[in-house]
């Protein structure tokens, strides 16, 4: 993986846990020198493309969270098999499937950290991060559509002027500036922050994702609105960005779950 040669993938999520990592219930049972895993992972990103797999398993299922670890499965265990890929709105270039383990056999030694340890490796070591790849994507996706509308608006002329002489339009392209570059802003201070005390890393993650994303959806939004219905249209990229960023507010965790971790760490909570 670090050579580039092999790809990774994780895996949390279940059709009964959604986005809530407490409530798997995929299990891991000890026998001999392998566990011994059953159960279902759904939406898993590059399931399938994948070549290795951290899987987030219940090891002790009396012990609540801290009965989860993490296990490292390869893509050609025995007992592993895929669904189809999901059919999705946008981000069609990432596969995202389901994931059965019919008593699949995994070495003891592909255990990563300690037995009962497996949300603080999959949430400070993992997603924690990730949220920031996420929030930079959606950055990516902001900026984009701001250049595209922008172009769009010299080049379409009406009546012999560009559209972008229009105040209704420079509205529209001003607030997709301001609102990108907030974003890129509120990431850029998060990742600081993040790095002078990884203990914040998770809490700045939400933050910067949940702002980046709703952000690209606003302003790729906007950007069909400057381009009217060529925006509309599949031949032009900016109808893309607007459901790959629409995903942004589902993927690696909802907006609204994402409210209320941010809400309920002010609070204490």
Known sequence: MVSGQALGAFAVHEANSG????????????????????????????????????VLVRTDPEKGPQGMSALLIEKEAHGL???????????????????????????????????????????????????????????????????LAVKHAKERTIAGQPIGVHQAVQSLIADMIIRSEAAETLLASCAVKADASQNSATINGFKAKLFASESAVEVTNKA???????????????????????????????????????????LGL
């Open 19 to 54: 986005s809530n990592a407490g409530a798997i219930t995929t299990t891991a049972r000890k026998d001999g020198d392998e566990y011994v895993v059953n159960g279902s992972k759904f939406f898993i990103t590059s399931a399938g493309e994948a070549d290795v797999y951290l």
């Open 81 to 147: 098999s895929f669904g189809h890929p999901e059919d999705k709105m946008g981000f069609r270039s990432s596969s995202s499937r389901e994931m059965f383990f019919n008593d699949c056999r995994v070495p003891s030694a592909n255990l990563v950290g300690v037995e009962g340890g497996g949300l603080q490796v999959i949430g400070q070591n993992v997603i924690g991060w990730g949220f920031f790849g996420a929030a930079g994507i959606s950055v990516g996706i902001a900026l984009a559509a701001v250049d």
């Open 224 to 266: 069909i609105q400057v381009m009217g219905g060529h925006g509309y249209c599949r031949d032009y990229t900016v109808e893309r960005l607007f459901r790959d960023a629409r995903g942004l507010t589902l993927h690696f965790k909802t907006s609204e779950w994402l409210r209320q971790d941010v809400a309920k760490a002010a």
